[in-house]
């Protein structure tokens, strides 16, 4: 007898609300609900209904997040694109790509799915058969759209042959692929995904709405999010009440906007640590505004698309439509630059829980703005410690994406350090000496410092021209040829600006994986004034160990954790001669503890991470907890060990 698999669900900071495993149940064991605190959709089952089949928890996108799927290489490439009918990009959010690829499958007998509205205040995924319909799917919808429906429906559509594209959110494209993948029927599915932010709550676009029909006096009729009246790179948005009135907020006064684009409150759980922000994408095709694309044949400010070509069925769709675009080849850097926040994390707020505690009691504005008061007053926390403070974070910029001052009362003052000067530290500890009581623990964080130079002793200008050209657009190449052309060469840290600032960006946010550039690698390079900055790390660190036990304040080493991408790039001698081996001196001189996590394998996996470098929301939350238990379990060993010899 086979045996059955008990249904699991993704929990909730990973569920993406996509409806995959409703889709799935053949029980309908599993309903999505809306839940009362933020106004996100989340899965539960029906035990009574449940057959644990375990077909939800084989088709979650959310609990296979590091499942590598295996898809032939392609090298995607990147366009900008604008459709050539004016109606068309005066009718959509950018340069109208979408309408021109939904129209092309609808042209050929099959079909599209796209978001459309159903009222004012409720976004479905809808499956249209003509191109009469297209005007539904057009335009921005703020917030997460509801799925269930389709999933039957373009399985229905592809046994029978069509042609079926679906457009959504990246988590949205992989939750259709692995349903249609698990039902057989992959092919005839064009997948298209968007350059995504963040998925904004219905919730909190509701009681914005409710707030903006108070205040007129007047129900809304409608909600154009992005329009671009005043032009593309001008885009505001324009309400349209039943009495005839109009209201029209540009970008950075739309109350609702602010509360995804700037304050990050109003996003659902699992997009502070998205899987899917990165240049390797599921879909076919990824398509999305192309901000900070320059090129003189598009400069008419009414909306730029990117096109980025992911796979060979992609391709072809492309090529069927170039002759209904005006396209221009670009690069990934380029997408990357203009377009940050769909591909690095997004920082958590936070405020967030307070914000839909306030938004229970007052108007969608009031809210925010006492979320962001209550923000403010929790980031100045460490200049304004409680008394009685009994444990304290003092070191580098790394530690602000490295502890999660929410979780557990690990508090401190973060200053940008490599090593030293460490004195600055002691500055901010003197200052408010009186807030920190007597035993507290002082946790010093130490990170090992960074130089960039070029691998081996010699990369020829025709390599590093073959480079640039596979990832054009990081570097201009008469400064970097002149670097990495010269026999020999090494860059050292004061030549550390003279490669372009691109160039560094690149390597610094971990895209360097991703895009896949090779023959560059972090060295040192040893020389005088390299020793020399050792050589006062270790003065000031014993100095600053010193002055936190004439406090008597306990001194801890922490050393911080990086991803094993990060540390593969790291050569050891390097990490042994700049940072091992100075706080090794450091901890026999002064017999202090020092807690080593920077290459710990429980914080190795990316999944943990931003970047290469940065611990994600996740991570944080995992170095924290892991950090705060050994440091104080240490801490009550000795103390118990002094009590039975007093």
């Known amino acids: 007898m086979k045996e059955l698999k008990k249904a699991i669900l993704a ?22 609900k809306q839940s009362d605190l933020d ?32 898809t032939k290489e392609f090298c995607s490439e990147v366009y900008a694109a604008r459709a050539l009918e004016d109606e068309i990009r005066e009718n959509s959010a950018s340069g109208g790509a979408f309408s021109v690829l939904a129209t092309e499958i609808l042209e050929e007998d099959g079909c599209v799915v796209g978001v459309a509205w159903e009222g004012k205040t409720f976004a479905r995924h809808r499956m249209i058969h003509d191109k009469s319909e297209l005007v539904l799917l057009r335009g921005t919808k703020y917030f997460q759209s509801r799925m269930e429906s389709v999933y039957e429906k373009i399985q229905q559509m592809l046994i029978k042959g069509k042609q079926v594209l679906f457009c959504g959110t990246p988590c949205q494209v992989r939750a259709i692929e692995n349903y249609c993948e698990m039902k057989g029927t992959r092919d005839g599915l064009i997948l298209v995904d968007l350059l995504c932010r963040g998925i904004p709550s219905q919730k909190a676009y509701e009681h914005w709405i409710w707030e903006e029909e108070e205040k007129q006096g007047s129900r809304i009729q409608f909600v154009q999010m992005k329009e671009k009246r005043n032009g593309w790179n001008k885009v505001g948005t324009r309400i349209t009440f039943e009495d005839g009135s109009e209201k029209y907020y540009s970008l950075y006064e739309n109350a609702f906007a602010d509360s995804f684009l700037r304050d990050n409150t109003s996003i659902r759980d699992s997009c502070y640590h998205c899987p899917y922000k990165n240049i390797k994408r599921d879909s076919d095709l990824t398509i999305g505004d192309f901000w900070g694309y320059h090129n003189q044949g598009f400069a008419d400010n009414k909306g730029i698309s990117v096109v980025v070509v992911n796979s060979e069925r992609g391709q072809r769709l492309f090529d069927s439509i170039r002759k209904d675009l005006k396209t221009a080849p670009s690069t990934m850097w380029k997408l990357v630059q203009g377009n940050h926040a769909a591909f690095t994390q997004i920082e958590e707020s936070r405020a967030r829980e307070v914000f839909w505690n306030f938004l229970d009691k007052y108007s969608f504005t009031t809210a925010l703005e006492l979320s962001r008061d209550w923000g403010r007053r929790e980031s100045e926390k460490f200049t304004d410690a409680p008394d009685g403070l009994s444990m304290v974070n003092v070191g580098t910029a790394q530690a602000k994406y490295a502890f999660d001052y929410q979780t557990v009362p690990v508090n401190g003052y973060n200053m940008a350090l490599h090593m030293n000067p460490l004195m600055y530290n002691k500055e901010i500890l003197r200052n408010n000496q009186e807030k920190i009581a007597a035993g507290a623990i002082v946790l010093i964080t130490l990170e090992y410092p960074i130089f960039l130079c070029p691998n081996g002793s010699e990369l020829s200008a025709e390599e590093a021209r073959r480079i640039r050209e596979a990832h054009g657009g990081y570097a201009k190449e008469e400064a970097f040829l002149r670097h990495l052309g010269e026999r020999n060469f090494r860059l050292n840290h004061n030549k550390l600006w003279e490669v372009d600032w691109e160039l560094h960006n690149l390597i610094h946010l971990g895209w360097e994986k991703g895009i896949g550039i090779k023959g560059i690698v972090l060295r040192n390079q040893e020389n005088e004034q390299v020793k020399r900055k050792r050589k006062y790390a270790v003065e000031d660190l014993k100095k600053l160990i010193v002055y936190c036990r004439s406090m008597s304040w306990q001194p801890v080493l922490v050393g911080l954790p990086y991803s094993k991408e990060l540390n593969d790039y790291v050569p050891w001698e390097f990490k042994k001669k700049n940072f091992y081996e100075p706080i090794e001196l450091v901890t026999k001189e002064m017999d202090i503890a020092f807690y080593d996590y920077s290459e710990d394998s429980r914080f190795a996996a990316l999944d943990n991470y931003m970047n290469v470098w940065f611990l994600n929301n996740r991570g944080r939350k995992k170095f924290t907890r892991v950090v705060y238990e050994e440091i104080l379990h240490g801490k009550e060993e000795n103390e118990t060990e002094q009590n039975g010899m007093a």
């Open 11 to 32: 929990d909730r900071e990973h569920c993406t609300g996509c409806g995959c495993c409703a889709a799935v149940c053949a029980k309908h064991a599993i309903e999505l």
């Open 39 to 70: 106004g996100f959709f989340y899965p539960y089952i029906d035990t009574e209904k449940c057959m644990d089949c375990g077909l939800c928890g084989q088709v979650c996108p959310a609990l296979h997040i590091g499942v590598k799927r295996e």
